[in-house]
């Protein structure tokens, strides 16, 4: 119900909320997230928005989200965007499928998130079509979680588009982290005290009075519901109020009250009302006439201010709702379930038709059952594993077969597990012990108790306890044992120095045991794939153990064939999910050119597919083989992705990409607060990895800037490491430069025969490469610079552009000492062009001092016009230099098309062009200059 007298005390709020409503209809998007508790009057706030818009030319599409709705994937999503799908055809092709196919509107396989996430702020933007749209969630706190990563995903990448989404919930949900807040708070002494006075105008007794407003602690709604539960005799002062129960439950309590004097039917309706979130008239008119329920009862509740039955039906206040519905019988509580499955039909909505059967049953019942599991597997096919996992457990509690309620625990422990809940998914593996169990389904158990106590601890048993999964699989289902084993495999590597050394060892060698390498050595078949190599699943996993258990040599035919493999089969499912492990081959083995293959193919699968979970990773290595060519920018965007697909999804990931950009550019502050954060995550995942990460890191971050001796104390913390490869190996290379620049000629020797140990088993141009350029950095003076030259032949050879610019500053100061200064300025000044080029700016201000000291100058870049872009704008004024539309800039950039056309109206008018095809003379050097520049 809608307040048409003044708001006491909320002048701030409704002055923040105009705000953001008109900056939408001056075509600026925002969100804001209006937080507080329960009755303190976020209701009020957007009912006075809302009622204070019409005729302003702004469209509202506001919605309600229910408690019970949470358990049914993207149910709030569908409520909000079902006036909009008119819209849906102009959505491109991936997005409109997947947001049709979240909400049951095409038979196809789970949606990407991300891309539902995307169509959403497609339908808004489509929605305001060139006038304001104001788009309120109310009780956002209850949206399920697939509808809430969508909400929130749109709402972090509005811009342009002349949108205001206003969010109240009660508490801040992590996923709603980082979206503007605004809190609202209990009244003031006096406005409480006004409003108790207007609540009853009679008058209270001064003590009650006094202790109504300190109860109520300046909740509106406590002010004005509690008192109208107060008999004469209370509001005289013949009461004394007690505070022992919450407050919010007092309110229901009060709330409840004033409907106690309704006919039993009525309060009925008002429970059938409740208990349907969907808010449909319709619906409520043939359930209510299936329980003998008629216009008398309608009239009543709304009477008694409870129930409006509209365009929507809906309650006078969010509380009302829960109230009813909590103290209701479980009794009355099953007759309204049973007449609103009755009245939902299969045909209509087969999945709560489903929920309120199961709510309307007490005793086990096969058939209501099968029909909660089959609204799982369409839950699933949704991407809604939460919901899934909530079908599949009600459907296990209502099984009368022993067997198949032990079948279904086990598939409800493995869907909340795919939730993001493994502490949910043990909880109700503790519940299986009972069942009887086949073989296979004790294997399965033993695997899901594995992998869900690693997701929780990280700790050592992880990886052992994997493995034994994974042998206790063989013989039962061999492509899921091959799954487990890389899991252990994997667990046990990220673990390194974190975790138990041997395990490794133990768990390469178990794997090696149970592949034996019956594979044929692969062939060039005549279509110009691999023949008799085996499957790339299969080679990765032999490959890593290999790798793990005997070091490079031993693995490196096998892991190249299945380097082939993956490049030239097309993957299943958990291929695609475990092409990754060659990629990180690729890094260990020295192969530039198939990390960037098997990167680029990683990530065109993924996205055509649409498979979320393995985006990031993906990206991830995708965003080295960014920087090993030396597109910083490009592997910036990755990053931004990376962001992207973890707001949507949930998922944390470590921030490696940023932490090793900030080292390349030169940024101290930004490398070490990450860096910070990371190791901090690496000790509490119990992660070796990310501490290989952070040193290796910060030996570039110090190598750049020439603070040699602190390189040499990050560098350091490698050597013992050095058999984990990745990115302890490649730190030695930072150390020796380091080492050498302090004097340490034994601690750079050291360095350099473990990173020949770990070069010359590969033999590739860029291994060679790092080896020479190493071994030119120990030699007497005047030995380095046939080196040097090679090994800038060799990195050129390779396409790794980062290294030759390094090799030329090293080769600069060589031959500066040797007091050679024309060739050293040649060098050093080449060095600065390609380094700054790059991006590396730290090295690029190395090689700048140094030209200096031989009294030159750099040369000054020209402080292109494309400097003067916002990081957004350059983004897109690089796209559309490359051809796309802004519907494709948007999709790329996960922005509204309009956002993007925006931002390349600003780009032309900073840069003074009127076409796009005046972009590639515009963006002729589309880096920036670097820091020293700016």
Request: hydrophobic share 45%; glycine share 8%; charged share 25%.
């Amino acid at each position: 119900m809608t307040e048409t007298g003044p708001l006491r005390g909320r002048h701030r709020e409704l002055a923040e909320l105009d705000a953001l409503v008109e900056r939408a209809r001056a075509g600026r998007s925002g969100a804001l997230v209006v937080f507080g508790e329960a009755g303190v009057g976020k209701t009020a706030l957007l009912d006075r928005m809302v009622a204070a818009r019409p005729g302003t030319g702004v469209r509202v599409e506001r919605v309600v989200a229910w408690e019970s709705e949470m358990e049914l994937a993207y149910a709030g999503l569908q409520q909000l965007c079902g006036p909009m799908m008119g819209s849906v055809v102009r959505l491109p092709g991936p997005q409109r499928e997947a947001i049709e196919a979240a909400f049951g509107l095409r038979a196809a396989g789970a949606p990407s998130p991300f891309l539902v996430g995307l169509a959403l702020l497609g339908l808004l933007t489509e929605a305001a079509d060139g006038r304001a749209l104001l788009c309120v969630v109310d009780d956002a706190q209850w949206l399920d979680e697939a509808s809430a990563r969508a909400v929130a995903f749109a709402a972090r990448r509005l811009d342009a588009e002349g949108i205001a989404v206003v969010l109240a919930m009660r508490t801040v949900g992590a996923v709603f982290t980082g979206l503007p807040r605004l809190a609202v708070e209990g009244l003031g002494h006096d406005d409480s005290h006004e409003l108790l006075r207007l609540a009853v105008p009679g008058g209270l007794d001064r003590r009650v009075r006094d202790q109504l407003v300190a109860e109520a602690r300046g909740n509106p709604l406590a002010l004005r519901e509690l008192p109208r539960a107060l008999s004469p005799a209370e509001i005289a002062g013949g009461f004394t109020l007690t505070g022992s129960m919450p407050l919010e439950s007092r309110i229901e309590q009060s709330l409840v009250a004033q409907l106690a004097p309704l006919p039993g039917s009525a309060r009925l309706l008002l429970l059938l009302a409740a208990a349907d979130p969907t808010g449909d008239p319709g619906l409520l008119w043939r359930a209510s006439a299936a329980l003998g329920l008629g216009q008398a009862d309608f009239d009543a509740a709304k009477e008694a201010d409870a129930l409006t039955v509209g365009a929507r039906v809906s309650f006078r206040h969010p509380l009302v709702r829960s109230a009813v519905y909590r103290t209701a019988s479980q009794e009355w509580r099953r007759r309204v379930h049973a007449a609103l499955a009755d009245a939902t039909g299969a045909g209509r909505d087969p999945d709560r038709q489903a929920w309120h059967r199961a709510s309307a049953t007490l005793r086990p019942d096969e058939e209501v059952a099968a029909d909660l599991e089959r609204s799982a597997a369409r839950a699933r096919a949704r991407g809604g594993a939460a919901a899934a996992a909530a079908f599949l457990e009600r459907a296990a509690e209502l099984t009368p077969d022993p067997v198949l309620r032990g079948q279904r625990l086990i598939a409800a422990a493995e869907a909340k597990h795919d939730a993001g809940a493994p502490a949910a998914a043990l909880r109700l593996l503790d519940t299986v012990g009972g069942h009887p169990l086949t073989t296979l389904q004790q294997a399965l158990v033993v695997r899901l108790r594995a992998r869900a106590g690693y997701a929780l601890r990280r700790d050592a048993s992880g990886p052992g306890l994997l493995l034994a999964a994974a042998q206790g699989l063989e013989g039962l289902d061999p492509v899921l044992a091959r799954d487990t084993y890389i899991e252990a495999l994997a667990a046990a590597i990220y673990g390194g120095r974190l975790g138990d050394a041997a395990q490794v060892t133990a768990v390469a060698t178990a794997i090696l045991r149970a592949t034996p390498a019956t594979e044929a050595p692969a062939t060039e078949a005549p279509d110009g794939g691999t023949a008799g190599g085996g499957r790339a699943r299969d080679l990765i996993l032999r490959g890593q153990a290999l790798l793990a258990a005997h070091g490079q040599e031993a693995a490196i035919e096998t892991l190249r064939q299945a380097q082939r493999a993956f490049l030239e089969q097309a993957p299943d499912s958990l291929e695609l999910h475990w092409m990754w492990f060659a990629s990180r081959a690729a890094q260990d083995l020295w192969d530039a050119r198939a990390l960037r293959a098997l990167a680029d193919r990683q990530v065109e699968l993924a996205r055509a597919e649409g498979v979320v979970t393995v985006l990031p990773i993906a990206l991830s290595l995708l965003m080295l083989a960014q920087t090993v060519d030396g597109d910083l920018d490009a592997a910036e965007a990755s990053c931004d992705e990376i962001d992207a697909i973890k707001d949507v999804t949930g998922h944390p990931l470590p921030q490696y990409g940023r932490l090793f950009l900030a080292a390349y550019r030169g940024q101290a502050g930004e490398t070490e607060r990450l860096a910070a954060r990371i190791r901090a995550d690496s000790y509490a995942r119990g992660e070796g990895y990310g501490l290989s990460a952070v040193n290796f890191s910060q030996a570039i971050l110090y190598n750049g800037l020439g603070r040699f001796a602190e390189a040499v104390e990050a560098g350091r913390r490698e050597l013992p490491y050095t058999h984990e490869l990745s990115h302890a190996m490649r730190t030695l290379l930072e150390l020796v430069e380091a080492a050498a620049h302090t004097g340490e000629q034994a601690l750079a020797e050291q360095a350099f025969e473990q990173l020949a140990g770990v070069t010359r088993p590969v033999g590739t141009n860029w291994a060679r490469a790092v080896l020479t350029m190493a071994r030119a950095q120990l030699g007497p003076p005047g030995t380095a610079e046939p080196l040097y030259r090679e090994a800038i032949e060799r990195f050129e050879r390779e396409r790794i552009p980062i290294m030759v610019g390094r090799c030329r500053l090293l080769l600069g100061e060589e031959l500066s000492r040797l007091d050679r200064r024309a060739e050293a300025a040649e060098q050093l000044r080449a060095a600065y062009e390609s380094l700054s080029g790059c991006g590396l700016n730290g090295f690029a201000e190395r090689a700048a001092r140094e030209l200096r000291a031989l009294g030159q100058a750099p040369r000054a870049r020209p402080y292109e016009p494309a400097a003067r872009l916002t990081d957004q704008e350059l983004n897109v004024a690089r796209l559309a230099r490359e051809g796309l539309t802004n519907r494709d800039i948007g999709a790329r950039l996960f922005i509204s098309d309009r956002t993007a056309e925006y931002h390349l109206r600003k780009v032309f008018m900073k840069l003074g062009i009127k076409a796009r095809t005046d972009l590639r003379t515009a963006l002729s050097d589309p880096d920036r200059p670097p820091a020293s520049a700016q």
